[in-house]
């Protein structure tokens, strides 16, 4: 009998760790199949130590065909340019592949259109992708001949304050060690309703830590705020007022890519896709979405829109029970393993360069029962060592260690 064929769209943390773990679930006895534009993985966690020379490209990243064949997993290197879902069938620039199970983890696209001035060619730099990390760091040494005052913030709709604190703090540390910090005004610039929301309703004492370090940097903030546009070195909000800059990073929204946009059947209107709790879309039992590319309804309703980070952790978690769902499915079974994205808790660490703050809750999203960040020196060292851990986890497809 013909084995069961499995497409994965994406190659980062969501694919790879998909793609590999439904290999495992089913010791082999199943054709799995990646395809990506992207033929190295990239962590993109320390995208935020990038502009300033503490990490360089290859550092951060590895070619993940040789990591798929260790495993059994056929690799095409190119994007799926449609997805004829009622067809069972995936189409790249070189062909079609038919799928019996197919899972979505094509992660995330900026839309920087929603504030005038941002993106390529535009007046503020960004860090949530490789290329444009590096851009970012090229303004880094250019500001550094020329320093003046500083803008590090995220637009209405964006989710991903995480990298907007950390990047801040990081600011911070190399003012301090190129001998800038008293003569550079830094200011955060944030559409939460408060310091430290971070996007997933703040966590306990998050919001007085954050103010405490924004102190302690002699940092300011202007939050609640979104941001009309951004001209060559002055942002304008949308409360009218002005933040002159000599260099600025600022966090766009994140939307689905225009091959899920496209496959409305499936998408919602940010061109992501809903999922159930098994992770399998709304309409088809044998198509899953994991990661960023799976669908979270944002819980609160705030004056100036943000989103939700979909971070590293409750990727992995849905790439396992979508691995363990598909393998049921194989074997003639009903889909049982069930994971809610706010369910799942929060492990994350907010880098300060030096310092920074570990965080951990039992659900990404509230109501929870215990919370804690816990702030210092071994927060960064914590992050090193992850970064590293994960890395080696990935490369060598381990994907079941935690
Ligand atoms: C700057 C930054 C800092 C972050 N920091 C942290 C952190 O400290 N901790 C944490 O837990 N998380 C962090 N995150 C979030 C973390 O990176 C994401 O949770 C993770 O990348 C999600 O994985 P994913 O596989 O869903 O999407 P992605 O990592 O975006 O991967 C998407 C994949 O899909 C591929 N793809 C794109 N288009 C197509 C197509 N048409 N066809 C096929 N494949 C396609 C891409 O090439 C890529 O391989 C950070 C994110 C950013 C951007």
């Known amino acids: 009998m013909a084995r069961d064929k499995v497409v994965v769209l994406g190659s980062n943390f969501g694919g790879l760790t998909a793609a590999i773990a439904i290999k495992h679930e089913l010791e082999g006895d199943v054709d799995v ?85 941002l993106g390529p060619g535009g007046n503020a730099y960004n860090i949530t992708t490789l290329e444009d990390a590096i851009h970012a760091g090229e ?43 008293s003569q550079v005004n830094l200011t955060y610039v944030s559409p939460e309703p408060v310091l430290g929301h971070f996007g997933i309703g703040g966590l306990k004492h998050g919001e007085g830590m954050l103010n405490m370090f924004l102190k302690k940097e002699k940092i300011a903030s202007v939050l609640n705020v979104g941001i009309d546009h951004v001209d060559e070195g002055r942002v304008v909000l949308s409360d009218g007022a002005n933040l002159d800059f000599a260099y600025a990073m600022i966090i766009p929204p994140f939307i689905g890519q225009d091959v899920v946009a496209k496959t409305v059947e499936i998408s919602d209107d940010k061109g992501y896709v809903p999922v159930r ?38 990727t992995e978690q849905q790439a396992h029970v979508a691995a363990r769902n598909i393998a049921s499915q194989v074997r003639g079974e009903v889909p049982a393993a069930h994971k809610e994205f706010g369910d799942i808790p929060a492990v994350c660490v907010m880098d300060a360069g030096n310092n920074g703050v570990i965080i951990l809750a039992d659900k990404m999203l509230p109501p929870r029962k215990h919370s804690v960040m816990i702030p ?25 260690l935690p």
């Open 33 to 117: 199949t990646v395809i990506s534009p992207s033929d190295r993985f990239l962590f993109n966690p320390s995208l935020i130590w990038l502009p300033f020379g503490k990490r360089k490209a290859e550092d951060i990243t590895f070619a993940v065909e040789p990591t798929f064949t260790e495993h059994g997993v056929d690799f095409v290197h190119e994007a799926a340019t449609e997805l004829q879902l009622a067809n069972n069938r995936v189409v790249t620039a070189s062909g079609v592949h038919d799928y019996d199970y197919l899972v979505i983890a094509t992660g995330f696209q900026n839309k920087f259109d929603v504030v005038p001035g």
């Open 139 to 181: 303004g880094w040494r250019t500001f550094l001949e020329n320093p003046g005052d500083i803008v590090v913030g995220a637009t209405q709709g964006a989710g991903c304050f995480g990298a907007a604190y950390e990047y801040l703090f990081n600011v911070s540390h190399q003012l301090r060690k190129n001998g800038l910090k």
């Open 376 to 400: 210092g020196p071994q927060a960064h060292a914590m992050k090193v060592a992850f970064e590293k851990y994960f890395m080696w986890k990935a490369k060598h497809g381990h994907v079941a």
């Open 277 to 314: 709790d098994t992770y399998q879309t709304l309409p088809y039992d044998n198509v899953y979405a994991v990661g960023i590319a799976a669908a979270v309804e944002v819980p609160w309703h705030t004056s100036n829109p943000i989103g939700i980070p979909k971070t590293g952790f409750p």
